[in-house]
């Protein structure tokens, strides 16, 4: 029943494996995609005695994106005269969300929302033009429209406003975690590929002004 609704869910049989099950717990939760995980504490093994001991968490570090990589992101971002940020799910992440700041402010690129990416980056922000709903016809779309680049940072296939139709006539490049998913109306021209943060405060630390 709690596996649809979770990431990880375990029984514990043996008060032995509750720390190494605890701490996969708490890793997997934190992972991309954060989300709920589940582990079942029956009476019995709540009640044995264990000679195991908590094993602490370690620090990580998740890819990088190769320079290369991102010298080419820069170079279509400058090139662009009409770009438009597009902060879907995966980039509503605190440190995310300063770094997409700092890129706007750097850049004066304008930039929209998906449903699951709304307050990423803040939407009090002038250069907001609103979050794209899934109804037809949004006064957001004609900016869509006229865009020549479209940087679309952790997008989610699930979310497929009516103006995706319009991302596969034109370039766009998105920046994820892993690589983008592919369906029939979203189809990348150019990915960068490994930790957002880091992939947009590269990007953000070399681009100029895009050509208006």
């Known amino acids: 029943m709690i596996q649809p609704l979770t990431k990880f869910t375990k029984q514990l049989v043996s008060g032995d494996n509750i720390p190494s099950h605890v701490r996969e717990a708490f890793r997997l939760a934190k992972e991309e995609r954060p989300g709920a995980v589940q582990l079942e504490l029956r009476e019995e093994i709540a009640d044995e005695g264990t000679k195991e ?15 290369k990589a991102v010298r080419a992101a820069v170079t279509r971002t400058e090139r662009a005269k009409r770009p438009l940020l597009l902060a879907g799910p995966d980039a509503n992440r605190k440190l995310t969300s300063r ?5 706007v402010d750097n850049t004066g690129i304008p930039f929209v929302t998906t449903q699951m990416g709304k307050g990423v ?3 009090g922000n002038p250069l907001f033009l609103e979050n794209a709903t899934l109804s037809a016809g ?9 865009a020549d680049l479209i940087i679309n940072v952790g997008h989610d296939v699930m979310e497929k406003p009516p103006f995706f139709n319009a991302v596969r006539r034109r370039e766009s490049h998105p920046h994820q ?20 943060t880091n992939s947009i405060r590269h990007v953000t630390e070399r681009v100029l002004a895009p050509a208006r």
Not at 138 to 146: G, N, R
């Open 138 to 146: 949004d006064f957001v779309h004609p900016a869509v429209e006229a």
């Open 121 to 123: 980056p803040s939407e």
């Open 99 to 103: 770094m997409l700041r700092q890129l």
């Open 177 to 196: 975690l892993f690589l983008a998913a592919v369906d029939p109306v979203y189809f990348p021209q150019f990915a960068l590929v490994g930790d957002i």
């Open 53 to 67: 001991s908590l094993i602490r968490p370690r620090p990580t570090h998740l890819p990088v994106t190769e320079q």
